[in-house]
């Protein structure tokens, strides 16, 4: 028995700056910084045009303009706006972007402390403006109308295109065949290539995530999504570099490698909807196995079904897989087959799962996952040999059986919360960010092999007892008299492991002092095997 426990708790970082005043910065007037994100309602994408004012919010007048900033970061557009305040009082944040409508925000600093630089607000989502076409304007324009020669026009798109740092291949440039799949999209960019078990490498570099619509939602079972979204609902597919999720925002972040992600962007009509799918069959097997003294005359079959529901911010999705074919693959489009590839043997395996993702704008977002597997895996191999030898040929026979069994189950959750603003007119800026996993593995396992020099080919006439005359404790009549040796050898073995592991972080400001923080990382392990 083999069993650990790490428990690791850190209190870090309870830190209070003093500074000096002089009289000039006595007499000197404070000001509050006043910040929030902006974004689109439907999207939660940064606006670019942004326009914003600060106003009295009891008659509308003119106070300052506002400070805005706009930023890619992962690939997404974020903006935020900065308002700087003179004195407590209400006020309104009149927000304008070309495309949108005009929102006003009201908000209200009953009072300036001391202490406290900044302050946040909840974030603000703008509405598209209705599109309009008044009828005046179309008569006109049925008017003016103007009869041309007939125009062909013809457009070639191009397949990929860097925007900023980011590589960018556009779905429909590339011709696919009907029903095609997202693995036999991804094939066919320049410069990518699929391996078996859904790694992915762009241009020689391993892609660490794979994303959907940019989240972290089937990178733990990227076959998932490489075997089941249709290819005619993909836009587009981004390739760039991001920040780790673990290091983001700590000290490490500068001295941490970036990760390379590729993000599988859906278009507008999919971004909301249920995808199923499900294949089956079943065939028939020519011949039969030797195992274990039985005959094995199981039909190969495969049975897989799938369903996914997904938004913007929320997704579930449910699968289940079951076969006895050692194999999970297609035939490869270069004219391999798989099954080459796969492992001697037969593997009767049956898998159940589950994922799912839930957010509530940047405040809260949720994700776990859980997978069962059970497998039966049997394996034989029979040999005989003959060696030529001046005083006489002698023969060889040998076997070996293998059958193991393996039960796995795999969950792991993800929480993260931000909440801005004050809570309980006590705190600020809340960060908690928790992952917890657990794997446990129950595995058996038994094997029998023998083999044997004869002086004679007298195995042949034992048929099938042959393996058992090798295995028998007492040799028999006939391996005393032609058997040169022998050697025989019986296995079992079984055992089991759980493996948990919890990895939490918290921080959390005063409500009014922005010199005090506190802040909490914890890590718990647990390992045991016997």
């Not at 002089?22 to 994408?45: I, P, Q």
């Not at 860097?162 to 696919?176: E, I, K, N, Q, R």
């Not at 097997?285 to 495969?302: C, I, N, V």
């Not at 939490?504 to 010199?515: C, R």
């Amino acid at each position: 028995m083999n069993k650990q426990t790490i428990i690791a708790f850190l209190l870090a970082l309870f830190s209070m700056a003093t500074y000096g005043q002089t009289d000039s910065t006595k007499t000197k007037k404070r000001e509050l910084s006043v910040y929030t994100s902006v974004a689109d309602h439907l999207t939660h994408d940064g606006i670019d045009s942004l326009k914003a004012t600060l106003l009295r919010a009891a008659d509308s007048s003119f106070v300052d303009t506002v400070h805005v900033q706009s930023y890619k970061y992962n690939d997404k557009l974020h903006t935020y706006v900065d308002a700087s305040i003179k004195e407590a009082g209400k006020y309104l944040l009149r927000l304008e972007a070309k495309g949108y409508q005009t929102r006003f925000t009201p908000f209200e600093i009953q009072k300036m402390y001391k202490r406290e630089s900044y302050r946040e607000l909840k974030p603000i989502y703008l509405h598209r403006a209705k599109k309009s076409s008044p009828k005046g304007e179309l008569e006109g324009a049925l008017d003016s109308t103007t009869i041309m020669d007939e125009v062909v026009v013809k457009a070639t798109k191009l397949k990929f295109y860097m925007d900023g740092d980011t590589l960018v291949y556009d779905a429909d440039a590339f011709s696919m065949a009907e029903g095609s799949m997202l693995d036999a999209l991804i094939k066919k960019l320049p410069g990518v290539e699929l391996k078996g078990g859904g790694e992915i490498t762009v241009n020689g570099r391993k892609v660490d995530a794979l994303l959907l619509n940019g989240k972290d939602f089937f990178d733990s079972d990227r076959e998932l999504l490489l075997d089941n979204m249709p290819s005619y609902m993909v836009k587009d597919i981004r390739s760039y570099e991001r920040t780790p999720d673990n290091v983001k925002g700590t000290i490490r972040e500068k001295t941490t490698q970036k990760e390379m992600v590729m993000d599988v962007r859906l278009k507008r009509d999919y971004n909301t909807a249920w995808l199923a799918n499900a294949e089956g069959g079943i065939g028939k097997r020519f011949g039969s196995q030797e195992d274990f003294g039985e005959t094995t005359k199981a039909p190969p079959f495969l049975g897989r079904a799938f369903a996914m529901r997904y938004s913007t911010n929320s997704r579930i999705a449910l699968f289940a897989n079951v076969n006895n074919l050692s194999d999970y693959h297609t035939p490869g489009e270069k004219g391999e087959w798989s099954p080459l590839r796969q492992e001697r043997g037969i593997t009767t395996s049956y898998t159940l799962g589950a994922n799912g993702l839930y957010e509530k704008g940047e405040d809260f977002r949720y994700q776990g996952s859980i997978k069962g597997t059970y497998a039966d895996s049997k394996e034989a191999n029979h040999t005989a040999s003959e060696t030529f030898l001046q005083g006489g040929n002698t023969y060889g026979r040998s076997f070996f059986t293998r059958r193991s069994y393996d039960a796995r189950l795999n969950t792991d959750h993800s929480i993260r919360l931000r909440k801005s603003g004050t809570l309980w007119e006590t705190f600020k800026g809340l960060y908690f960010d928790n992952d917890v996993s657990l794997e446990y593995l129950h595995w058996s396992n038994y094997s029998n092999s023998a083999s044997a020099t004869l002086a004679e080919d007298v195995a042949e006439g034992w048929g099938k007892a042959w393996m058992d005359s090798l295995m028998t404790p007492y040799a028999g009549n006939l391996l005393r008299r032609y058997a040169l040796n022998r050697d025989t050898s019986r296995r079992h073995g079984t055992g089991r492991h759980i493996n948990i592991n919890d990895y939490g972080f918290f921080n959390v400001s005063p409500a009014h002092n922005d010199y005090i923080n506190f802040m909490l990382n914890y890590n718990y392990y647990f390992y045991d095997r016997y």
